[in-house]
């Protein structure tokens, strides 16, 4: 999309943002000749820190096609930050629909329009105690798969250098450095003409989170673990080891007392008297 269209909102928050972010973060940001330069597609980031969304939306913002972010319907509501959210175009997800693919309609919408939506696939921060990407959602997939657009795999390292996930005190000196490393499209042809069941979808994310952890790997210059770390599976587990520490340890059964067998009587006769073992009478 051209700069022209980007708009009186987008260019606001440009000038709201961009100043802060150029002071606290420096940028090593390559892969900007993948992002394309017309047509609608997706761009699936990695997640490590609340500034992050800023930081990568001002690195597209530089490559000319502004991101449409997914974000919770609720902020679009009320106020200046919902008449921002609305003026830069970006995308509500009502996620009380019970229709996965209608919660993401817009998004579909936005790429037949020739624009970029950014997915967020974990959904939320990653909870990978090193800071590798988790397992996704399967929206990008979803919008990928329907529109057949390009999946721009990015990832992104630095922010939380500079705001840990969850951390509500920032890091400022030394100053950050924020990485972005954009790949090339994600092969997804052998998942189209196919019924978009869940292990379709599920087996399409974990292609696109494939290719957005090599890219960190590559920035971070070390290999990320061999399975993602999935949030659910471990409350799966901790729910599993609270339940085994809260179970009463039983008391050990207290032993009884077995009778002891009755000696059996002799049948030899005592010999009584004088006469000893071997007397005769």
Known sequence: MP????????????VICKPPLV????????????IPAEGGFITAVNHNSHVDPFAYAHYQYNTGRVPRFLAKSAL?????????????GQIPVYRESTDALSAFRAAIDAVERGECVAFYPEGTLTRDPDGWPMTAKTG?????LQTRCPVIPVAQWGCNELLPPYAKKP?????????????PPVDLARFYDKEMTAELLKEATE?????????LEEIRGEKAPETP????????????????QSQPRQSPQPRQSQPRPTQPRSTRTRTQGPQAEGQST
Request: glycine share 8%.
């Open 171 to 183: 890091s400022l000196l030394p100053r950050k450095t924020h990485q972005v490393l954009a790949g």
């Open 229 to 244: 770390y999935d949030p659910r599976r471990e409350r799966i587990e901790q729910r599993r080891r609270t339940q085994t």
């Open 23 to 34: 002071v606290l973060i420096k940028r090593d940001w390559r892969g900007m000749e993948n």
């Open 207 to 215: 292609v696109i989170m494939a290719a957005v952890t090599r890219h």
């Open 140 to 144: 990008a997939a979803r919008v990928a």
């Open 3 to 14: 700069r022209r269209r980007i708009g009186f909102w987008y260019r606001l928050a440009a």
């Open 76 to 88: 679009f509501r009320k106020g200046f930050v919902g008449a921002a959210m609305r003026g830069t």
